[in-house]
């Protein structure tokens, strides 16, 4: 768990799990990422399934870059976390990410 910007992994490749705004900022702008939601998952007038616009990594007609308040209400109020690399095992820049639900039952 990365719960501050201070934190960091025990080693490459490791998947890492956060909350923290600004670790996911800082990840974010290390890649040129944008926040954005997949168009059409939109419900109520919210943001739908949350994803990031990384250049030449995540390509789609359907993602739609919404502003960092959108993006953080959405995963605040569903409780998300953030599973993520920072580097794959040989030391590159790691693009991996999702978005989890702790609270779902085959999570």
Do not use: C
């Not at 768990?1 to 990840?27: F, K, Y």
């Not at 997949?38 to 789609?60: C, D, H, M, Q, W």
């Amino acid at each position: 768990m990365i719960s501050s910007l201070q934190d960091r992994p025990e080693r490459p490749g490791r998947s890492l799990v956060t909350t923290n705004h600004d670790v996911i900022r800082r990840w974010a702008r290390e890649r040129g990422a944008k926040p954005a939601t997949i168009g059409g998952t939109e419900r109520e007038g919210r943001a739908g399934v949350l994803t990031f616009n990384i250049p030449g990594y995540r390509e789609s007609s359907r993602i739609r870059e919404i502003t960092w308040d959108e993006w953080f209400h959405t995963f605040d109020m569903r409780r998300l976390n953030l599973i993520y690399q920072e580097q794959l095992r040989d030391g590159r820049q790691s693009n991996f990410f999702r978005t989890e639900s702790p609270d779902r039952e085959d999570g």
